[in-house]
C-alpha cells in the first residue's frame, strides 16, 4: 500500500482517469470535488457516479462561491464560447482565476485532515497550453506551499502534486483510463450540459472529448445533443 | 499611487492594521473576507465595519465550506480552549487546515480580477510560532505559486506578499495601528464572541489582544465579557 492520496474530482474524464491511475498506483483513494458555483450542479453528479464507479468511500464536496470575484465564463455571467475555429490558442474566457491553486489549497486542507501527502490532479498538456495553472512548473512550486503551509510538513512531510496526465493528448488520456477500466458513460466534460450527462457538442471540452475518442480508436459512449 | 492591493480582512485587530498599513503605503485597496463556516457571523459583521471606517469601497465576501473537510476548532464541532496556560506553544487546535494557503489562494484570484499583484496579509510573529502557514518562507513559497498560477504572472507580472505585521509583537501591532487611526472599537479579535463586538475575554485570541493593548500603553476599546 502507497499510503492516501488525495483526488481532485470534477466528474470529467481527465479526473476520473486520474482517480483509477491512483487506484492502480495503490493508493488508499479519497476524493475531493469543488462546488465553485459552477453553472451546473451535473458536474457534481457525474463526480459522485465517478466515485461509485471506482469504489472511493470518501468522497466530499467543498463549496466555494467565486461569483463574488467572478472573472469567469464558468462562474459569470459571460456565454460560453461554441464552434471556435482554434482550440488552446490562447487562454480562454472559461478561465476561472487561479482555479488550481483554489483547488490544491482545498486538496491540501483536506489530505492534512485525512494523514494524506500525495495530491492527484488530472491537469494535462491540452489545458496548459491556455490555462497557467496547469504548467508543472506551477505544480512543483505548488508542492513547496503544502510542505510549508501544513502541520504535517512542518512536522517533516514532503508532500507531491501527481499529475500523471500532464503530457498526454485528450486521445492518451481515454487510452490510460480505457485500459484502467473508467466508465466514461459516468463522466461528464461539457461546459454547458443540457442534461445529466448529455454533452452540447460544441464548446470547446466536448470538441476536444469527441477528438480524443476518435483519435483514441476507443468507443465514445458519451451521448451528444449536436 | 502604488497600484492597487487586494487585503485579507478577517475583522480582527490584524487584519485591520494590516489594511491601514496598505492604505498608508499608498495602495489603492480592496478587500476580500472569507467566510469560511466559522462559528459565528460577527467576525464578518466586524469585517464590514472595518472595510467602512477605512474607506474600502471594493470589500467582497467569498464563502468556502470547509466543515465537509473539518479539523479545527473554528470549523468543527472542538471546543475552543479557554485560559490556556500557555500560548503559541505547539500548533493549536483552533489551526484550520490550510487555511493562509486556501485564502491566499482566493485571494490571488480576487487579485486577479481586479488587476491587482499585490496581496496583504495580516499573519504575524505570535501567530507563526504555532501556525505553519504564517511563516516568512510560506509567504515566500505562495508568491511563486501566484506568479506561476495567474494569467497576469504569465504574461510577466510579480506578486507579491505583504505581511507588514510580520515580526510585530501584539502590542507592536497595537502601537502601528493606533498610529494608522485605526479604530479598534469595531475590530474582533474573540474566538467565540458572546456578542456583536464584545469578547469572551479567554480565549487565545483575547487574552492575546488584551495583553497587547497593556504593553502598548493604548486604551483598550473592547468589551470583554469576563
Known amino acids: 500500500m502507497a499510503g492516501r492520496a488525495v483526488v481532485l474530482l470534477s466528474g470529467g474524464l481527465d479526473s476520473a482517469t486520474a482517480a483509477a491511475w491512483a487506484k492502480a498506483a495503490g493508493f488508499e483513494v ?20 465517478v466515485a461509485r ?27 460560453v ?3 471556435r475555429e482554434a482550440i488552446g490558442a490562447d487562454i480562454p474566457v472559461t478561465y476561472v482565476p487561479a482555479r488550481n491553486t483554489v483547488f490544491l489549497a482545498l486538496l491540501t486542507g483536506f489530505a492534512e485532515v485525512i494523514g494524506a501527502t500525495d495530491l492527484v490532479i488530472g491537469v494535462n498538456a491540452q489545458d496548459y497550453s491556455g490555462y497557467p495553472d496547469c ?34 493528448s485528450k486521445a492518451g488520456i481515454v ?37 480524443g475518442f476518435a483519435e483514441a480508436g476507443v468507443p465514445d459512449p458519451s451521448s451528444y445533443e449536436s
Open 81 to 83: 464560447p461554441r464552434d
Open 175 to 211: 487510452r490510460l483510463g480505457s485500459s484502467l477500466g473508467v466508465d466514461f458513460a459516468a463522466t461528464l466534460s461539457c461546459y454547458d450540459p443540457p442534461a445529466a450527462l448529455v454533452h452540447c457538442g460544441r464548446c470547446d471540452a466536448c470538441r476536444l472529448r469527441r477528438a
Open 30 to 49: 479519497a476524493a475531493l470535488s469543488v462546488d465553485y458555483g459552477q453553472r451546473h450542479r451535473l458536474e457534481l453528479e457525474a463526480a459522485h457516479l
Open 135 to 168: 504548467r508543472p512548473e506551477f505544480l512543483r512550486a505548488f508542492e513547496a506551499v503544502a510542505r510549508l503551509g501544513t502541520r504535517a510538513g512542518a512536522e517533516g512531510a514532503r508532500f507531491s502534486v501527481h499529475a500523471p496526465l500532464l503530457h498526454l
Open 53 to 79: 464507479q471506482l469504489e472511493i468511500a470518501d468522497h466530499r464536496i467543498v463549496a466555494v462561491d467565486l461569483h463574488a470575484i467572478g472573472g469567469s465564463a464558468l462562474t459569470d455571467d459571460v456565454p
